[in-house]
């Protein structure tokens, strides 16, 4: 069992910038992929980005250049840069990763607020 833990999440202003780390309680590259969703009031868990054991990334469409996933494999740590927030962003995100496609693992979320 991967545990996840998240941090980072807070209250910012529309226009700024949040960084959201994950910290996994293995090696990732033991991981076929980690990556970000999130979930806001009412709406169901979307994805937001993915990045690979390989490190390729994805991204879904309404990120558009405002975000980026990367990774620190010495900490076992994927962060989640998020710039030119908007108030629609808000929500609570939750780390997940995958070993395989039998295996996945969620993270406790962590909530983002942006204020207009």
């Known amino acids: 069992q991967v545990q996840l833990v998240e941090s980072g999440g807070g209250l910012v202003q529309a226009g700024g910038s949040l960084r959201l780390s994950c910290a996994a309680s293995?090696?990732?590259?033991?991981?076929?992929?980690m990556g970000w969703y999130r979930q806001a009031p009412g709406k169901q868990r979307e994805w937001v980005a993915t990045i690979s054991s390989g490190g390729s990334t994805n991204y879904a469409e309404f990120v558009n250049g405002r975000a980026s996933i990367s990774r620190d494999t010495a900490k076992n740590t994927v962060y989640l840069q998020m710039n030119s927030l908007k108030p629609e962003d808000t929500a609570v995100y939750y780390c997940?990763?995958?070993?395989?496609?039998?295996?996945?693992?969620w993270g406790q979320g962590t909530q983002v607020t942006v204020s207009s």
């Open positions: 293995e090696n990732i590259f033991t991981l076929s992929a």
């Open positions: 997940h990763a995958r070993r395989g496609y039998q295996y996945e693992f």
